[in-house]
């Protein structure tokens, strides 16, 4: 496959015809900060802590460099200011509706959330309000808590496309399930292996071994 030419942060790169923006920069060793994405298993651009500023062609909006795939040509920039304002605030949003009980959590100081917040420079949190309430499931190997959950859907991705059952969804942000008639609590779908590889991709606490 034919290599293509493109700048990144004044940087001559190289790279093969049909990366990704985000593929193009990390073969070229230039770092750009994301959460959702996952090699080769998730790329869905939901997080958008990816942005990058595409000066040539021009691009109107931010684009997130996950998604758009590298032109010969293109001359992009990963650090501007609009670029760092757009990703801190971007994560504020996500830390916003996510229970931040970090010295109480299992991953604490193994959470790529809480360290993606370091490297952004997150002190505290702009937007406060009222957060969403899930149960918290809790099966013999897997404890699902969705008020963690950042919807980033890799273990969306890794249980459909890995493990081919594909129990899980995001709809109420995990495991289908349906409530119990007799004690009005969800259950676990039982074609779930508890293979675990969920837990292993969860970049948070929202997945964790009981």
């Known amino acids: 496959m034919a290599d293509i030419k493109l700048i990144i942060n004044g940087k001559d790169c190289v790279a093969p015809k049909g990366s990704t923006i985000l593929q193009a920069a990390e073969l070229n060793g230039i ?5 959702c994405y996952l090699e080769g298993i998730n790329k869905y651009g939901a997080c958008r802590i990816c942005l990058v500023e595409q000066m040539l062609p021009p691009a109107k909006n931010l684009q997130a460099s996950c998604m ?56 505290q949190c702009h937007y406060e309000g009222e ?45 289908r399930t349906h409530i119990s008639p007799a004690f009005g609590l969800p259950i676990g779908a039982s074609s779930c292996a508890f293979c675990g590889q969920c837990v292993e991709v969860c970049p948070v606490g929202a997945l964790t071994e009981t």
């Not at 770092?31 to 959460?35: M, T």
């Not at 990703?87 to 790529?112: F, G, K, P």
């Not at 890794?158 to 081919?164: A, D, E, L, P, S």
């Open 68 to 123: 758009v795939e590298a032109q010969e040509g293109m001359i992009i920039e990963t650090n501007t200011q609009r670029v760092r304002d757009a990703r801190r605030t971007m994560y504020e949003l996500l830390l916003s509706n996510h229970a931040q009980d970090c010295l109480a959590c299992v991953r604490n100081q193994d959470c790529e959330f809480q360290a993606l917040g370091r490297e952004l420079g997150i002190t």
């Open 131 to 175: 957060r969403a309430e899930y149960p918290i499931d809790v099966s013999e190997s897997i404890t699902r808590n969705p008020n963690k959950c950042i919807l980033c859907r890799r273990c969306i991705s890794v249980c459909k496309n890995i493990q081919t059952t594909a129990v899980l969804g995001a709809e109420d942000r995990g495991f």
């Open 31 to 35: 770092h750009i900060p994301k959460l």
